[in-house]
């Protein structure tokens, strides 16, 4: 069995270099946020997402205050959250800038559609949610965004996952009994 080391003689302080290897043991579904409307379409890979409520139906996004899609997501006041199939890693490098090919953020490379509350929703996407924005706080260097969930779809494929710097998929451990 692995030990985790302890630094001695440092109490209550974490650098974000300690804090971000750290975070790189947790996995993560991975989403594409997007928005449109009169601040314009913006769209950002993020992995930051979670549940909030089922009643009623919240999710929580956090966005780096730095990215534009931070004051178009407020401005326009919804977004979508596309939670990527395993099949859509190129989705992800797409709309977290860094593409293996072709021009960072762009929507023609994949098949988008407008939702029925007008956010643009990735076919093929594990699962979809349309949010209206409900609260917003601010917490370090990143803007949390609480969407009332105004329309959820689940499509039929696995989820791409992203954990330590790489992307992968869903594998059971044990099949079970039948």
Not at 78 to 96: G, K, M, Y
Not at 112 to 127: C, F, I, K, V
Request: with cysteine; net charge negative; charged share 20%.
């Amino acid at each position: 069995m692995n030990a985790i080391h302890h630094p001695k003689g440092r109490k209550g302080h974490v650098t974000s270099g300690e804090f971000t290897r750290a975070m790189g043991a947790a996995a993560t579904g991975v989403t594409v946020v997007t928005t449109e409307g009169v601040a314009g379409r913006y769209g950002l890979t993020v992995s930051a997402i979670a549940s909030v409520s089922a009643e009623p139906p919240l999710l929580l996004v956090c966005v780096n205050r730095r990215n534009p899609c931070v004051a178009a997501m407020t401005q326009n006041g919804r977004f979508a959250v596309n939670i990527l199939s395993e099949t859509q890693e190129d989705v992800a490098r797409i709309f977290s800038g860094k593409p293996v090919s072709g021009e960072a953020y762009d929507f023609t490379r994949h098949g988008w559609e407008l939702g029925e509350h007008g956010m643009p929703l990735l076919t093929d996407a594990a699962a979809h949610f349309e949010c209206e924005v409900d609260t917003i706080h601010d917490a370090g260097t990143h803007r949390i965004f609480i969407g009332r969930v105004i329309a959820a779809l689940r499509g039929e494929t696995p989820p791409l996952l992203y954990s330590n710097r790489s992307y992968g998929r869903l594998s059971p451990l044990d099949e079970g009994p039948e």
